[in-house]
């Protein structure tokens, strides 16, 4: 009996394992990574500033819930539009009904600004693959 009870005790104890392995793999794929969290830090920090791992980790939990909190607002509103692609635009709608209206402003113009280089890209891209048709061809 005791090595029956030695096994179910060791199966149960890798089952628990095991649902914390996974609990732990969810909770991280639904956080930022923490070295990038860490360098945005430092990058606004002074150089001799140091960050204790604690802050790094309550930090990566503010933003990823942040995060979080304005893509579902972004995502309902792409569901009840019956869309299914969530965009930049949908982003900045949900910062301004969320009251981030300071964040929608910069973001809108950032965003804004990429569509105009990504269209100059593309252009040149254009331009460049005519250029190689019209050299091939000669």
Not at 14 to 38: H, T, Y
Not at 42 to 54: E, F, R, T, W
Not at 78 to 93: H, L, P, Q, S
């Amino acid at each position: 009996m005791t090595v029956e009870k030695n096994m179910d005790d060791n199966v149960i104890g890798r089952a628990a394992s095991s649902i914390n392995d996974e609990n732990f793999i969810k909770e991280q794929e639904r956080l930022l990574p923490i070295a990038n969290v860490g360098r945005i830090m430092k990058g606004i920090l002074p150089s001799n500033a140091k960050i204790s791992k604690d802050s790094k980790e309550t930090m990566q939990e503010c933003v990823s819930e942040f995060i979080s909190f304005v893509t579902s607002e972004a995502s309902d509103k792409c569901r009840k539009e019956r869309r299914k692609t969530v965009n930049g635009d949908d982003v900045c709608w949900a910062l301004e009904t969320l009251g981030f209206d300071d964040f929608a402003g910069p973001i809108r113009r950032y965003l804004h600004r990429y569509r105009e280089i990504e269209v100059d890209r593309a252009n040149q891209d254009r331009v460049r693959n005519i250029v190689d048709d019209d050299q091939r061809e000669a």
